[in-house]
């Protein structure tokens, strides 16, 4: 082999880190003057073991594991034989990335469709569900956010109530890197606080560089953690309401129920963590110089009011739309997340806060990955395919108590979610969570909100979410300092979620 040849690999994945860095700069969109001249740079790497296997010559392999599977299973229901021999074509093409994971989502329908599961109208119906119209007020809300700039006010606003502490930078980024993840996806809000962060770093002496990576490892995992708060926050959050909603009901105050508490536990102790295994170095911001940058903004205009007043109504209504409809006679509308989210949209278009130009830059892939989850899913449980696989679950492990199954579940989740997306980990198994808790006679609401929960902690490895791998590329954070803590943080977390999950009565 030639010199020449063996540094193709290496180009080509320092081409790719390149490309993620110029996406990420596309995203934050125009930043003050100082900001802007901040310096990226692709940081060269290795090649990794996941850059070979992720490509189309492994569509081969899922194909033949999907009819082994339909064979080895002659014996059952012939639906649940085609419903599982989907399940593990659209699971390997999750894990190896045959396809963009979005296109694998719409694949699902399709498939199910090809092999007589459902209907064309049965398999496309997950698409019209409530939370795909709750996703799309989530991102239309951080649309407007960033195109009029208050993700920048709110990143002045950090530094300054910082008063220039080390410490208390750290802790203010991880809390607003969290508020705005509830939201808006985790990889929206690192975009928005990322230049900020390194910004301040780009001033710190390079002999700290425990300190820098600290700051960049809490940013990503509170983006993460942030997620798990709010029914808004995390495509795993709305798979999960869509198979309870049926069940039991379950809408936003519910899931705030268990996802604040959870969040809150595990932000508080990842900040210890952080600060006691990398203290920071005692220097302090010039608070002056970013007073004179936050200064050169000036008063909020009215854009920006109107955005500010229509995101903390539609908060309100998600909350406490219910108790509105009582109090003023109305039928069953604003107690619906998505009818407000909807309403959002509308009012966001009708004050000419957005247009049509604007919606380009919203992540619409994202729905095809939901859709197709919870389509999966649906075709899961139908056909008993899902029962099968929770009464082979329990036989193993269902003599143990309660917490050690619900332990599993959470080990499990964060295994797989830290190699495919978060929502392939949840359309997989909270289906066969739902039906374990069936079998052992149990409310299935703890089993899927460990399940959910868990598929939120993807933030051991470079590529669990694309907000880690973000920060990665950076080049600040190497891979090793990234699964090291990750596995610590992602163990704080998952004890966490187990805490809250096990001991808190179902609402």
Not at 71 to 83: A, N, T
Request: hydrophobic share 55%; proline share 4%.
């Amino acid at each position: 082999m030639t010199d020449e040849s063996a540094e193709e690999p290496e180009a080509g994945i320092a081409r790719k880190k390149f490309d993620l860095v110029e996406e990420i700069k596309d995203r934050v969109g125009t930043v003050p003057t100082r900001l802007s001249r901040m310096r990226w740079i692709s940081a060269p790497v290795r090649a990794r073991y996941f850059e070979g296997i992720y490509s189309k010559r492994y569509l081969l392999f899922c194909a033949l594991a999907s009819l082994f599977t339909y064979f080895v299973l002659s014996g059952h229901d012939e639906m649940v034989r085609r419903v599982a021999a989907v399940f593990v074509f659209a699971a390997g093409c999750w894990l190896f990335e045959v396809f963009p994971i979005y296109v694998t989502g719409l694949m699902v329908p399709v498939a199910l469709t090809l092999t007589g599961v459902f209907s064309p109208s049965e398999s496309f119906s997950s698409f019209a569900n409530p939370v795909i119209f709750l996703l799309l007020g989530g991102l239309v809300i951080g649309q407007a956010f960033r195109k009029y700039g208050l993700d920048r006010r709110l990143a002045y606003s950090v530094l300054l109530r910082s008063g220039g502490n080390l410490d208390r930078i750290v802790l203010l980024l991880m809390l607003v890197t969290a508020f705005l993840s509830m939201w808006m996806s985790n990889t929206v809000a690192v975009a928005i606080l990322l230049p900020v962060a390194l910004t301040i770093l780009a001033s710190v002496p390079d002999r700290y560089k425990n300190f820098k990576r600290k700051v960049l490892i809490g940013m990503t995992v509170s983006a993460t953690l942030g997620g798990m708060a709010m029914l808004t926050g995390s495509t795993p959050n709305m798979i999960a309401a869509a198979f309870l909603e049926g069940e039991v009901g379950f809408g936003y105050m519910h899931w705030a129920y268990y996802g604040v508490p959870v969040v809150l536990g595990s932000l508080a102790g990842t900040y210890i963590i952080l600060k006691r295994a990398y203290p920071s170095p005692i220097i302090t911001l010039d608070i002056e110089d970013v007073r004179s940058q936050s200064n050169e903004l000036g008063a909020m205009n009215r854009m920006q009011k109107r955005v500010v007043w229509v995101f903390g109504i539609t908060v309100f209504l998600w909350f406490f739309g219910s108790e509105l409809e009582i109090l003023l006679g109305l039928p069953a509308s604003v107690s619906s997340a998505a009818i407000v989210s909807i309403l959002a949209v509308l009012i966001m278009f009708g004050l000419d806060i957005l247009d049509l130009r604007d919606m380009t830059s919203i992540q619409w892939e994202i729905m095809f990955l939901v859709g197709g989850g919870i389509t999966l899913g649906y075709a899961m449980m139908s056909t008993g395919a899902a029962a099968e696989v929770g009464n082979a679950i329990v036989g193993s492990v269902g003599s143990l108590p309660l917490a050690l199954i619900l332990v599993f579940f959470i080990c499990l989740s964060i295994a797989l979610t830290n190699f495919i997306s978060n929502s392939a980990t949840a359309a997989i198994l909270i289906p066969i969570s739902m039906e374990v808790a069936r079998v052992l006679e149990s409310d299935p609401v703890p089993f899927v909100m460990a399940v959910a929960l868990a598929s939120s902690v993807a933030f051991i490895t470079p590529i669990g979410t694309p907000s880690t791998a973000m920060v990665y590329s950076t080049g600040l954070v190497d891979k090793r300092f990234l699964v090291k803590n990750g596995l610590v943080l992602g163990l704080l977390a998952a004890s966490v979620i187990l805490l809250f999950v096990w001991l808190l009565p179902v609402p």
